[in-house]
């Protein structure tokens, strides 16, 4: 119900592998799992660091210029179980979300989620240095995921909306013992962003009007006037007033020849 603005060939496989559709979901999984097989081998030849240290978002490394950290430093990915689950979340919940909205929607949606942070952590570089490293986004799709179908039930017959509040909870209260203040505003800032998103494309939240100057309405060109200023039968009307007043006052007589011709000239356009 919320794809009507997207055609037939947005829900389509975005190629196909081997005779198996994989959609716009399973690719972005592809390129996580292809990262995390080149960041394995690099940690197993021990030439990681300067991988990393070329990759890993770093607010100082952009304001200077490096911008391609922005893109590149959810590419990182040491093998571990948090990643797995990442994927899982990948495959089940986002590619829901995709079929929901559609892939260009959805590649929208995950773009937004993806850049959110360090575009945010940008910002506070020009204050404090933040860095940034592996983040997949993926627990922002299952926000979204729930936000869409919260009446969805998941493992032991849990709705959506309450797994989505509960982690998001734990995972908040995780930074704050640590002091991982980084964590924590990526948190908020990429769920919050997935949140509202999905209730925008509801039409159930809307953006605020930021126009502060608003263009004034178009002047159109009006044909030049009468030169007398007023239409013609009020001239005549009044040319006819004038002249009769003069004909009371002086007689017929009082009139000259061009005051005689605008007289009949008055009538007939009062007659007309």
Partial sequence: MFNGDADDDDHQPLLWLRGHAVYAAHFLVLVFVGSLLVTSLLMFSRVDGPFIQWLQFSSPAVLHGQVWRLLSYG????????????????VWFGREVERAFGRRTFLALYACIYLVSP??????????????LGETGA????????????????????????????LVGIFSLMALAYHDWSALFSLWATTGFAWAFVRHRQGQLTLPDLRFWRRGPQLRVLPDLPPAGRPEKDASRAEMDRLLDKIAQSGLASLTAGERARLTRARENMLK
């Fill in 75 to 90: 590419l990182v990915n040491p093998p571990s179980l948090q990643f797995v689950i990442d994927m899982l979340m990948f």
């Fill in 119 to 132: 575009l945010l952590f940008t910002l506070i570089g020009l204050w404090l240095p933040v860095t940034l």
């Fill in 139 to 166: 627990f922002a799709l299952f926000v979204a995921f729930a936000t869409l179908y919260p009446e969805a039930l998941l493992l032991f017959n849990i709705l959506a909306k309450w797994a989505a509040l509960v």
